[in-house]
């Protein structure tokens, strides 16, 4: 049996000057948390949320300030659910003027939103792969992401981002923190990112079917 992933077009998804795509966007100094992706319970909106309260209310005084984009829509089964939940979040935990909503964007445009960030959070419950996590290193975007799934072969724990055990925001928080007060850590997760990102490209991905498709018909051959 041969599993391929999708590919990812790196001529989209690349590493940039993250100034640059923070200005095109109109976002604040700073850093910023990414969360992109359909807003449905599975993906784990509501602990990004959660996720990046944990972190606010954790981070030292002299720390940068920091914003958290949600980039995507309500979705399918309990997307509307989960929104809500979100706003309820933000609402209760005072959250209103650090975290932001943009509509799902084209990849030109979704590219700029990962450029943007320091650091890319996927708390999926459950996940086949995680184009997400392909796409956000290929823009040299370390990511954190729920050690499940398609998300343990996406990110190279340690190497490329972050793998967290559990769904446990503190646990999604410290891992953030791990990255945006770390420069040196996150410029070598960043590196990581972009190496590991060549993996999911549309040439490896071509190479690899290409050898699969040669196998096959060697077997038919000596058949």
Known sequence: MCIS??????????????????????????????????????????????????????????????????????????????LALCHRIIEERDLADTVRFFDPQPHSILADHYRAADVVVMPSRSETFGLVAAEAQACGIPVVASNVGGLAYVVNASESGLLVDNNDPKAFASAIAAVLDHPSFAARLSDGAVEFSEKFSWDATVTRFLELYGGIAALAKAG
């Open 5 to 82: 992933a999708p590919g990812v077009d790196h001529s989209v998804f690349f590493r940039d000057d993250r100034q640059a795509s923070r200005k095109r966007l109109d976002l604040p100094e700073g850093q910023v948390v990414l969360f992109a992706g359909r807003i449905q319970a599975h993906k784990g909106t509501a602990i990004a949320v959660t996720a990046f309260a944990e972190l606010l209310e954790h981070r030292e005084s002299e720390a940068l300030p920091v914003a958290l984009l949600i980039v995507g829509g309500a979705s399918g089964f309990q997307g509307a659910e989960e």
